[in-house]
């Protein structure tokens, strides 16, 4: 279900918070520091105003609670390089980074990941600037059909973030979570490999 | 797309509270079991009470006398990684790593894996099962082959948790807090076995929450480890899980806790896999009488009966490795 803005900052659809209150401000604020405040909500089926942060830019919109970070990418932001699989954080087609940390978007409500720091596929893999994993795919030939390669690259990218130069089991542990239904899996590991090695080069 | 359900996000344990009163509503930490139960129709909250902005259930604390507090919204991934977890409480850090995979661990809290549903397919599908409510636990005659070896009963259903049996074996303790107040349960104290209740896996009351998971100090001479078997390399619930945690005194172990998942329909305490190890030294001839006492009394059904040799056998290895040291 796509959801459309009509411009106004607020859906269509109505916008309930227990307490009367402007569409800012309508949730506890995220994080350990939060403040108390007064705990409000969003009704069933009304649509809330979030700010997302995708790759370094803010985005402003409504959602759902129940709506996926996978449902609001693809079928909201047009963000389609993230990608469905089993929608049950089984497949691993979906990760995306939640403040640098592996995720599966399938199973994250994007209400929830408001004011954390995501970056997806299209942050990291762009054509004309493609990160040192994401190049390390293309010369290590580590896709076949390439459906599973968007979530593959993202755990890679989760993987040297927290571990630059981790051991073949490391890296076969650290990319456990990603299926490839085309058993590209040596040379998805090559890639880690070689992304790993050119980290080590001095390459960005 | 999961059904429609209202939400709200609390920046209190007292407002949590509040908001849980209401018994439609259910408390989302991670979500990565919730959301499962959701879209297979297994829990139909009306309102998910988010726990991410409440500062009570975060943290992660070394005390001054060695204790650790853990706040129940801990990553599995924190744990995991955690120095002092991993040097002290091995068998912690070792069963919060071998959960689900790493982005599941980056997700999923401590408190969540604790109260995670069962994930029996005839639970999880479209069966009116006795965990439901209904007569008949269909694993019985049905397909069984992950179910139970010992404590079934009423439903053979087997607990999933990695953590539960570590945190049992290692003498934690939790703390609840609800609507009457607050209250601490061993961890060995917070399962329900069939036997007692059917329809529950937990002590928990409407509107309980896990605040905070307390890990006694290790004593001197203290080892602890945790062990699984799974159908596939990558990640799996455990078929079997061991947790075994040892003090020894010179080469004789003074005190042992071997506690099983996978096996049973709570994390199952073999206290004679425990008295075969205590008083003795850690050689070839008590680690295979523990791994034999492991699976006293089990029971296993028409499709698992392998689970039997199974537990022998990781029993077997994990008390070598700490033998190891
Ligand atoms: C593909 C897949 C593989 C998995 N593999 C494993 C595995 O190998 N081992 C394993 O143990 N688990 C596994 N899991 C289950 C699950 O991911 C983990 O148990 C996880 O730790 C659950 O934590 P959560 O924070 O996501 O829980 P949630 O889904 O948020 O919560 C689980 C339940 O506990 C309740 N709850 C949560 N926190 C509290 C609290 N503080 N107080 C009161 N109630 C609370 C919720 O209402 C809900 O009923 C797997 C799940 C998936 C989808
Ligand atoms: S689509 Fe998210 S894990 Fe498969
Ligand atoms: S390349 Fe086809 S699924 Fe991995």
């Known amino acids: 279900m796509a959801h459309q803005d009509d411009g106004s900052g607020f859906s269509r659809r109505t916008f309930i918070g227990s307490i009367g209150v402007g569409a800012a401000g309508l949730l506890a604020p995220l994080g350990a520091g939060a403040a108390a405040q007064a705990a409000r909500e969003v009704a069933a089926g009304a649509t809330v105003a979030v700010t997302l942060q995708i790759n370094g830019q803010a985005h402003r919109l409504e959602v759902e609670p129940r709506w996926s970070l996978l449902h609001v990418l693809r079928e909201v932001l047009g963000l389609t390089g993230t990608k469905p699989g089993c929608e049950r954080g089984e497949c691993g087609a979906c990760t995306v980074l939640i403040d640098g940390a592996t995720r599966n978007a399938c199973l994250t ?3 929830e990941v408001e004011g954390r720091e995501i970056r997806t596929i299209e942050g990291v893999a762009r054509p004309d600037q493609p990160s040192a994993v994401a190049q390390a795919f293309v010369d290590e030939d580590a896709f076949q059909c390439g459906y599973c390669t968007p979530g593959q690259v993202m755990a890679a990218e989760g993987l040297l973030a927290r571990s630059p130069h981790p051991s073949p089991e490391e890296i076969r542990a650290g990319m456990s979570g990603n ?5 590209a899996y040596p040379h998805i590991l090559k890639a880690v490999e070689r992304a790993s090695a050119s980290r080590r080069g001095g390459r960005p | 797309m999961l059904p429609a359900f209202a939400y709200a996000r609390p920046g209190s344990l007292r407002e949590a509270l509040d908001l849980l009163k209401d018994a439609a509503s259910a408390p989302l930490a991670g979500g990565t079991d919730l959301q499962g139960c959701m879209e297979d129709g297994v829990a139909r909250p009306a309102r998910l009470v988010s726990l991410a902005a409440v500062p009570e259930l975060r943290g992660l604390e070394v005390r001054p006398d060695g204790s650790l507090r853990i706040g129940a919204a801990t990553p599995l991934a924190e744990l995991a990684a955690h120095p002092a977890v991993r040097q002290r409480h091995a068998a912690l850090a070792r069963a919060a790593a071998s959960v689900g995979s790493p982005q599941l661990r980056n997700q999923g809290t401590l408190g969540g894996n604790l109260l995670q549903r069962p994930r029996c397919w005839y639970f999880r599908g479209d069966f009116p099962c006795a965990r439901k409510g209904g007569g008949t636990c269909y694993a019985q005659d049905g397909r069984n082959a992950r179910h139970a070896i010992l404590g079934g009963g009423r439903c053979v259903m087997v ?6 049996p ?8 939790v703390q609840l807090a609800g609507p009457r107040g607050a209250r601490r349960v061993p961890a060995g104290e917070l399962f329900v076995g069939p036997e007692r209740d059917v329809r529950r896996e937990t002590v928990l009351a409407p509107g309980e929450l896990l605040v905070e998971v307390l890990v006694p100090a290790a ?7 945790y062990d699984k078997a799974r159908a596939r390399g990558s990640f799996d619930f455990a078929l079997v899980g061991a947790a075994v945690a040892l003090v020894l005194r010179g080469r004789s172990v003074e005190r042992a806790r071997v506690v099983l998942g996978g096996v049973a329909p709570l994390p199952w305490r073999s206290r004679p896999a425990e008295q075969a190890l205590e008083g003795r030294a850690l050689d070839e001839g008590s680690l295979a009488a523990a791994a034999e006492a492991a699976v006293a009394g089990a029971d296993p059904l028409a499709e698992n009966g392998y689970k039997v040799a199974m537990t022998r056998g990781i029993v077997q290895r994990l008390l070598a490795s700490l033998a190891a040291g």
């Open chain 1, 179 to 183: 299926l490839c239904r085309c058993g």
């Open chain 1, 109 to 111: 409500l994007a209400v």
């Open chain 2, 166 to 173: 570590a945190l049992v074996a290692l003498d934690a303790v």
């Open chain 2, 219 to 225: 004593p001197p001479g203290a080892r602890s480890g």
């Open chain 2, 159 to 164: 607990h999933p948790s990695d953590t539960a």
